[in-house]
């Protein structure tokens, strides 16, 4: 398997853009070398691996003439790069340019998805790299809402995957753990950590 860089972002925070990348890089890394580059500068995701013993590895960069040599990795099946929330930082685009697909998380409120269009208009798009929404943090009981969401981003052009991530507590409280949903023991952990991993199964038949 040729090493696959995937890039998780969104130009907004509190998006559960490093919830995303970490639990894709903790499902992922059950079947392939799994390398999470934390280039946020928050470092949420280095301080959130600390926590526990995680099943990949974890490495925070931020430099973008360092991220742009992303391709001359070969040790890993794959790089999941949590990204900044900043669209103008070098960092971001150094991602981008070397991504072979780019995860857009976003909540279905108003609010995240014009920050949503506005990434991809400003920063995917252009670039041409393939990428697709995933709607997070969808209250369980307004899951007819978020298909709505769905059909209106599909029908503006917008690739989004169909399945959904639930908003649980248990992705909060996994952070604290220092582990994966997956890993998680809790109430909602199976139905939460499902939902990842129908995410992760729906990107990977897209990139493959």
């Known amino acids: 398997m040729t090493t696959k860089i995937i890039a998780v972002v969104n130009g907004k925070g509190g998006v559960a853009k490093t919830t995303t990348a970490f639990n894709l890089a903790a499902i992922y890394s059950r079947r392939h070398e799994v390398l999470l580059v934390d280039s946020d500068p928050q470092g949420s995701a ?9 099943p990949f590895v974890v490495a925070r960069e931020s430099n973008p003439e360092i991220l742009a040599q992303l391709k001359k990795i070969d040790q890993y099946d794959l790089i999941i790069c949590d990204t900044p929330p900043n669209l103008g930082s070098g960092t971001l685009s ?6 072979d697909y780019v995860v857009l998380p976003t909540p279905p409120s108003l609010m995240d998805l014009i920050a949503l269009m506005e990434t991809v208009t400003t920063s995917i798009a ?6 697709r929404v995933v709607l997070t ?28 991530v639930r908003l649980y507590a248990g992705h909060e409280k996994s952070v ?8 998680w023991k809790g109430r909602n952990a199976k139905e939460a950590g499902a939902d990842y991993k ?3 199964d729906e990107l990977q038949r897209e990139w493959n």
């Open 46 to 54: 280095t301080a959130w691996a600390s926590r526990g013993k995680q």
């Open 94 to 99: 150094a991602i981008v340019s070397a991504a």
């Open 126 to 131: 252009p670039t041409q790299v393939k990428h």
């Open 137 to 164: 943090k969808v209250d369980p009981r307004r899951m007819t809402d978020a298909v709505d969401v769905q059909e209106s981003l599909r029908a503006d052009g917008i690739p989004v995957c169909s399945s959904i």
């Open 176 to 183: 604290v753990d220092g582990v994966s949903i997956l890993a």
């Open 198 to 200: 129908n995410v992760a």
